[in-house]
Structures are given as structure tokens and as C-alpha cells.
């Protein structure tokens, strides 16, 4: 099983920064694709990220895309979602997700985060 929890979230202002990071607990976490998802109250959850198990291959929502970097450090078991340049669009509570499979463009993930607070005001 993988078991997940986020942290780093928080208030910043727009323009600012964060880094959230998402520990895992589990033997096969290098195998795993790994995802970030958000969700903004009265809006469906959103993906915005995946890595591949290396990390060497990554893909990002439209929205976030040259703003957020995902990136993985598997002797840690912990992923990493840096995001620079945030608007207040970005308030949303992100999840971290994993699942078994290569395949990063398939959003099915076998395993949720409790979920981390992003607050940007404007």
C-alpha cells in the first residue's frame, strides 16, 4: 500500500511562491506515478500535474504550465510541487495522488493525500 501526506501549503500573496511536498510511505514508490490534483470550493478536482516514476517525464494542466514544476526525489519517497508566480485563481486545496501504471497522461490513481491548503490573495 502507499499511504500519502502533503504539506507546505498556506496564504501568499499573488506574485509569491510555494513549495508543497507530498511523503510517501512504501516499499515500490519509485514505480509510481505520481500526481498533483487541486480542487477550489464548488469546482470539480482538477488535475495539474504527473511525473514519472524516474522523473523523467512530466506533464502539467495548461493553466499551470511554465508557473508549477513537479519533481520527485525517490530516496526521500517524497514529491515535490514548486509553484512561482501564483495568481488567486490557484486557491484551491491540492491533493497528492499515486498510482501503479507508466502511462502519466492516464489520471486513474489508486491512492489519495488528506490534502494541503493553498490560499493566494490578490
Known amino acids: 500500500q502507499v499511504q500519502l501526506a502533503e504539506s507546505g501549503g498556506g496564504l501568499v500573496q499573488a506574485g509569491g511562491s510555494l513549495r508543497l511536498s507530498c511523503a510517501a510511505s512504501g516499499r515500490t514508490f519509485s514505480t509510481c506515478t505520481m500526481g498533483w490534483f487541486r480542487q477550489a470550493p464548488g469546482l470539480e478536482r482538477e488535475f495539474v500535474a504527473a511525473i514519472s516514476g524516474s522523473g523523467g517525464i512530466t506533464t502539467y494542466a495548461d493553466s499551470v504550465k511554465g508557473r508549477f514544476t513537479i519533481s520527485r526525489d525517490n530516496a526521500k519517497n517524497t514529491v515535490y510541487l514548486q509553484m512561482n508566480s501564483l495568481k488567486p485563481e490557484d486557491t484551491a486545496v491540492y491533493y497528492c495522488?499515486?498510482?501503479?501504471?507508466?502511462?502519466?497522461?492516464?489520471?486513474?490513481?489508486?491512492?489519495w493525500g488528506q490534502g494541503t491548503q493553498v490560499t493566494v490573495s490578490s
Open positions: 495522488a499515486a498510482r501503479h501504471g507508466g502511462n502519466i497522461y492516464d489520471l486513474r490513481y489508486d491512492y
